[in-house]
């Protein structure tokens, strides 16, 4: 116990064992101060008690370059300031980290292998410079609901501001990687979440080269209904801000269930993505569900969003800024956001923006959004099914909509601008290669305008290789756009029985079979 006011430093090759018999290996007081370079936790195999547990928040622990925590329910729990400039912590129990004032991770440091959470941060600042939140966290399963936030959990008014690192090979039920409680922040300006060049796999082969990995569970509670499995590398109900400083990386995370979103879930509040981001190789898998009535607030069992999913059907929005101004009328133009390679076997590869009119996706210069595949559902790059989407000034590229769906660069049920866009060498193998209008089984209908846009060498199984209107409310708009050498059964632009289309001072040219028909 290192009383009030006292400092003590525990230097290598040092061992304090609780052996399962006592609250914490190390207990740190009021104002005191406790460095570590030796071992502390518990050797029963029990998992019970604390590493280091600090009393008060002015407690002060910080871990280095050959410490190890390990062995305990918790491995550090602390209401101060905690620093990790390096060692191990390491196969803890329920949480490893718990603090209301301020926390650091810095270069070095690693956290690795824990039961709940990696950390757990319930109010007050978490710094994360460097170092590893690797291998922590618990997956659901038929019974077991598994952890909220497997590498990070944000709860009360915490914030958490990531400059550095690596949060990879962490699981849970919902936020593999980070889970943002409704009021926390999350800023990040370097660093990656998610894994090098695999997905995750068994617990015992993973390494920080897989990502992190969120899975739907099915229990008692739930009325044994399929729920969460959303947000394998972050979830959010509260604020989250991508600002690429330093060169930030989303990927190979993926997310299993209905919920959704194998890069990012912004389930609610607000998602910022700017400068130097890369959203890339991430994949949403749909749930085991066999009908709506196995899940959990209903809707349907696709995996949705393999990139990120904006909102979601249980009465919650949000709103999503790329490369935008936050007041969502002007083009930030700031950095290079790439949006590429993702999957889901449902709608929306690239991006999916959920039905709730409250939803609002803007998308701006310097983005592209470009390789991403779609399945059941349609949206190759990106599907908005009913919310608000604006797309000005961004590349929408080489993405497809596969098993015979709609819309491989966009597919719309909602208010729509699309502006100064690129979109080409999409493919849909159904209708609507480059974007198209639908009404969608929720009610909403695809709507707009399409100004100053080049639409081009898109293709399409059957109608609209370019552009395809299928919906019959409100009506599409394109001014100043140019639609040329899209190859479809009707290749340019289809207008569907009882859609309106209007068009000013544009071209076509070039297409497959007709330029415009109905």
Not at 59 to 64: A, N, T
Not at 124 to 144: C, H, P
Not at 247 to 272: E, M, P, R, V
Request: neutral net charge.
């Amino acid at each position: 116990y290192v009383k009030e006011d006292a400092g003590f430093c525990m230097g290598q090759g040092v061992a304090v064992d609780t052996c399962g018999k006592a609250l914490a290996a190390v207990a740190v007081g009021e104002n005191a101060s406790f460095d570590c370079f030796g071992w502390a936790g518990n050797s029963s195999a029990t998992e019970t008690g604390t590493g280091i547990l600090g009393l008060s928040d002015s407690s002060r622990i910080g871990i280095y370059e050959g410490a190890v925590i390990t062995g305990n329910g918790s491995g550090i729990v602390n209401q101060g300031i905690t620093k990790l400039a390096g060692g191990t912590i390491r196969t803890n129990g329920t949480q490893t980290k718990k603090n209301r004032s301020d926390k650091s991770v810095l270069p070095g440091d690693r956290i690795t292998g824990n039961d709940g959470h990696g950390i757990r941060q319930t109010g007050g600042t978490l710094r994360m410079s460097g170092g590893m939140i690797l291998g922590n966290g618990r997956l659901g399963s038929n019974g077991e609901p598994g952890s909220y936030g497997g590498g990070v959990l944000l709860t009360g008014s915490a914030s958490m501001y990531m400059s550095g690192g690596i949060i990879a090979a962490n699981r849970a039920a919902a936020g593999g990687g980070i889970y943002v409680s409704a009021g926390c922040t999350l800023t990040v300006t370097g660093g990656r979440i998610g894994g090098k060049d695999k997905y995750y796999e068994r617990a015992e082969n993973n390494t920080e080269a897989n990502g992190n990995y969120a899975r739907e569970s099915r229990i008692p509670a739930d009325q044994n209904k399929y729920r969460a499995g959303e947000g394998g590398g972050i979830y959010s109900l509260g604020t989250v801000v991508l600002n690429g400083k330093e060169q930030i990386q989303i990927g190979y995370n993926c997310a299993k269930g209905a919920g959704g979103g194998g890069g990012i879930h912004a389930a609610g509040g607000s998602l910022h993505i700017s400068g130097k981001v890369s959203v890339s190789s991430n994949r949403a898998l749909s749930s085991e569900a066999s009908s709506s009535s196995l899940l959990y607030g209903g809707g349907d069992a696709n995996g949705e969003g393999g990139g990120i999913r904006i909102g979601q059907e249980h009465g919650t929005s949000a709103k999503c800024y790329i490369n935008y101004n936050t007041s969502g009328s002007e083009s930030s133009g700031r950095g290079n956001v790439v949006i590429e390679k993702n999957s889901a076997s449902g709608d929306g590869g690239g991006i999916f923006e959920s039905s709730g009119s409250a939803n609002e996706l803007f998308v701006g210069e310097n983005v592209c959004i470009q390789k991403n595949q779609s399945g059941i559902g349609g949206g190759g790059g990106v599907k908005s099914l009913g919310g608000y989407l604006s797309l000005k000034g961004a590349v929408i590229a080489e993405n497809q909509a596969k098993d015979g769906n709609h819309g491989g660069g966009v597919l719309t049920a909602g208010k729509t601008e699309i502006s100064d866009c690129r979109i080409f060498g999409n493919s849909a193998s159904r209708a609507g290669g480059g974007i198209c209008f639908y009404d969608s089984s929720v009610g909403t209908s695809g709507r707009g305008i399409i100004s100053g846009t080049k639409v081009y060498e898109n293709t399409a199984a059957t109608n609209g290789a370019g552009i395809m209107i299928g919906s019959s409310k409100g009506t599409v708009t394109a001014e100043e756009t140019e639609v040329y050498e899209n190859q479809g059964t009707e290749g340019g632009i289809r207008c569907q029985k009882g859609s309106v289309f209007q068009m000013k001072e544009g071209a076509v040219w070039g297409n497959s079979r007709y330029g415009i028909s109905n």
